[in-house]
């Protein structure tokens, strides 16, 4: 029944780092992209990175370039998102999503998972 399970969430001090986990079934990952959203109290889900499931192709928002990094293992059906230099506004519930395009619309991704709290201290 749940087709994507995010893990790796926790607490730590700024300029720490995490590695999120999202780990699906067979099913789940046979969609064309795979992305991190996160949600903030009081905000929009916003769009963080996504990944291409065949070339590995990614995006990433202008508020995590050079410092998140998206990557997928395929024979184990997961896909990681290691997150360095955190910052205080990184601070939300990430979530995991797949969608049939390569895009960076919240409306196009489907199966979205229960979220994992990534807390960011100063």
């Known amino acids: 029944q749940v087709q994507v399970v995010e893990s790796g969430g926790g607490s730590v001090q700024a300029g720490g780092s995490l590695r999120l986990s999202c780990a699906a079934s067979r099913r789940f990952f046979s969609n064309s992209a795979v992305a991190w959203f996160r949600q903030a109290p009081g905000k929009e889900r916003e769009f963080v990175t996504t990944?291409?499931?065949?070339?590995?192709?990614?995006i990433y928002a202008d508020s995590v370039k050079g410092r998140f990094t998206i990557s997928r293992d395929i024979g184990r059906y997961t896909v990681y998102l290691e997150m360095n230099n955190l910052k205080p506004e990184d601070t939300a519930v990430y979530y995991c999503a797949t969608s049939d395009e390569f895009t960076t619309a919240r409306a196009s991704y489907n199966s979205w998972g229960q979220g994992t709290q990534v807390t960011v201290s100063s």
């Open positions: 990944i291409t499931r065949r070339d590995g192709k990614t």
